[in-house]
């Protein structure tokens, strides 16, 4: 029964036919020849937090035409967009950031080595650690494209790592967009109980009516994201060790998970033992505009648009989450559960599962000072919030009422872009939450740069599984004091010199953490945290070029945060087209951060927590690249973690470096992903 549930090619056969039928209903003879939008993005709307539109554009759109032009926009944003076809950069293609540490392989829990606290208001569960393998609505992409275009991406890996990527995105009608997109990431890993499986679903689509004035987004979103635990090795002492069976890490003996019914299987990624978390978002908006009509007569056409002033906004979302962790091979670990929470007596599956429910129902209104720049515009709403609860027998309920205002203004010159917004929680168990934000963007000119001021600070309660009663093995702690977080940035990009400087102060009050494998705790006094980034691209000869971004950060007071205070990761390769039709960059990439206590980690609640006994000291991450692009397809091929090499009882990639206390990060890793667009 475990097995069938936890296994993944169930789901990704299932998951996969249903994303193909999706698409092959969409009719791709919608493709019609006719009038493009003369206007193209009135009506198309958005903003930096929801609502507004779009500047007026005359461009005309050709559906016919035999080329693809593709655009995209955030649900919340107004400016569309175009894909990035860069090829310099890996991690542009893959979850995984340059500066996030996972516990193990690709797919396994993570954590940011560089300060930055969660902000959001409100309800929050308390389980981050997947975060990065899912699909969220922020994201999510509305696209506008004058042909079907279709993206196909495989990556494979070392110990049958792989990475399946499907985009699929058309116009039904000039004013009608459906995408749906299909990501699969699935690896067994390099140590014993580290396998990982990862399905993610997102359709989305929006409607623009003829007459211009209503205006639809439908998103659909699908999460299911397990990871195996094996709750670290239980020595360092074995990665060095002369016994020739401990080359193969996967025979290193392990905290939780007997190594002997794990498995390595490519059609057989069972997991017996970890986290199992499930999401599924849904959200509908709609919009209808009172205003004016125009046209605008050329010299073969009439382009008919309309002229937005005030704005009526309906937004319903609804969410269904699931966070459980399992183990039904817990014996053999008695003395983990034992010493780390106090689990004496094991049954034969241990079990801790939590479901949330939420609901919320927001009315908007946008009014536009100038109809001719939707850009500038006022917005003010109110927002119904419900939630609930279960967990080992718990029920929990409650409701809050949040009010909103936005003001937004990107000048017609397109040199100043202003943004205020604020939201407030005036009703409800979370009464007292708020967000403040006030962004200043100014335009320094085409060869110079940008520059972007920036504060931002939020009151918000402590997640969840710490304030409150869970079946998960946390002990919680009853009226902690709201988290309280302030941000304040600069950031300067200078395009002539290709750098971009980044200043960011934090101001930070009872801070809320795990202090041990259960126990919360609180910080009440008020510390600050600094950090300095520098990225530069530096041209050495001709076409060879050494991009590098360095982080500086410190923690001002006594705060039980510990972070690497130096970290940075360089490229230094070729870059550039040897032939008409092949871009290539080719190179060697080095990663690197100082020594410092890295937090300890927590299985059986997928929490990082505070710790000052284990020093992470590692060697630079250092890894060969050769990225190249042939028009439509692009190629990575990889070798990774080379600075693991070590002659020490035979050669051998075994001198791991450590991504938290007894959780060492793989050795020699191949990957080669290929992604392939067309036009249907």
Not at 104 to 131: C, E, Q, V
Not at 346 to 352: A, E, N, R, Y
Request: proline share 4%; aromatic share 16%.
């Amino acid at each position: 029964m475990h097995l069938e549930y936890m296994n993944p090619f169930r789901n990704f056969s299932f998951n996969f036919i249903l994303f193909i039928l999706l698409i092959s209903c969409l009719d791709s003879t919608a493709q019609m020849p006719g009038m493009m939008r003369g206007m193209q993005n009135i009506g198309r709307s958005g903003s930096a937090m929801g609502g507004g539109g779009d500047s007026i554009s005359f461009e005309k759109r050709n559906f016919a035409a035999d080329s693809v032009n593709v655009q995209f926009k955030y649900l919340d944003t107004s400016k569309y967009l175009t894909f990035d076809s860069s090829i310099s950069d890996f991690y542009k293609r893959v979850p995984l950031k340059p500066w996030l540490v996972n516990i193990g392989y690709n797919g396994n829990p993570t954590k940011s080595i560089l300060f930055n606290p969660m902000r959001g208001i409100g309800w929050d569960a308390g389980f981050h650690t997947l975060d990065p393998f899912a699909f969220t609505l922020p994201e999510t992409r509305f696209m506008n494209t004058t042909k079907a275009y279709t993206e196909l991406g495989y990556l494979v890996g070392s110990k049958a790592e792989q990475q399946v990527s499907i985009l699929h995105t058309q116009n039904i009608s000039p004013d009608w967009n459906a995408v749906a997109q299909y990501r699969l990431i699935t690896a067994p890993g390099t140590f014993n109980s580290q396998n990982s499986s990862h399905n993610n679903i997102r359709i989305n689509s929006d409607f623009t009516s003829k007459n211009r004035r209503y205006h639809a987004y439908l998103v659909l979103l699908s999460n299911a994201l397990q990871s195996a635990e094996n709750g670290g090795i239980q020595s360092l002492q074995y990665l060095m060790n002369e016994n020739p069976a401990y080359n193969d890490r996967f025979n290193i003996p392990t905290n939780l998970a007997p190594s002997v019914y794990s498995s390595r299987n490519f059609f057989k990624v069972n997991l017996l033992t970890g986290n199992r978390y499930t999401e599924k978002t849904s959200l509908f908006r709609q919009q209808y505009d009172f205003g004016k009509k125009d046209s605008l007569v050329t010299d073969s056409s009439v382009v008919k648009y309309f002229l937005p002033r005030l704005r009526l906004e309906h937004t319903i979302e609804s969410g269904n989450s699931e966070y459980k962790f399992m183990d039904v091979q817990s014996f053999g670990a008695q003395a983990f559960y034992a010493t780390n929470y106090a689990i004496q007596q094991l049954p034969d599956t241990v079990l801790f599962l939590m479901n949330m429910k939420s609901l919320k129902n927001d009315f908007s209104i946008i009014q536009f000072p100038d109809a001719k720049n939707l850009l500038q515009y006022f917005k003010a709403g109110a927002s119904f919030l419900h939630y609930r609860m279960q967990s080992g027998g718990l029920e929990d309920s409650y409701s809050n009422l949040l009010l909103h205002g936005e003001y937004r203004n990107l000048t017609r010159n397109k040199k100043w872009d202003m943004l205020l917004y604020g939201e407030f929680i005036t009703a409800g168990r979370d009464l007292g939450n708020y967000s403040l934000k006030a962004h200043l963007d100014r335009s320094l000119g085409e060869k110079l740069g940008t520059l972007q001021l920036g504060f931002e600070n939020a009151n918000r309660s402590p997640s969840y599984i710490y304030a409150h009663s869970t079946a998960f093995p946390i002990q919680y702690k009853k009226n902690l004091s709201n988290e309280n977080v302030s941000n304040l940035f600069a950031t300067l990009h200078l395009k002539k010199i290709k750098s971009i400087v980044q200043f960011n102060y934090f101001l930070f009050s009872n801070y809320t953490y795990l202090k041990s494998y259960m126990q919360v705790d609180q910080y009440t006094p008020v510390f600050q945290v600094v950090r300095a980034s520098l990225s530069k691209e530096i041209k050495i000869y001709r076409n060879f070029k050494w991009t590098t971004d360095v982080y500086l950060q410190s923690i001002i007071g006594n705060a039980p945060i510990h972070l690497p205070s130096f970290f940075t990761r360089n490229r230094i390769g070729y870059e550039g087209k040897p032939f008409r039709n092949l871009q290539l960059a080719s190179g060697v990439e080095i990663r690197y951060h100082s020594a410092y206590f890295a937090d300890g980690y927590s299985p059986l609640s997928g929490q990082f927590f505070y710790q000052t006994t284990e020093k992470i000291t590692n060697r630079p991450d250092v890894h060969l690249y050769n990225n190249f692009r042939i028009r439509s397809f692009t190629g990575f091929v990889r070798l990774e973690n080379l600075n693991t090499a070590a002659n020490k009882y035979g050669f051998g990639f075994k001198n791991n470096n450590l991504a938290a206390p007894f959780y060492p990060t793989p050795g020699l890793v191949f990957r080669v992903g290929i992604f392939w667009n067309f036009v249907n």
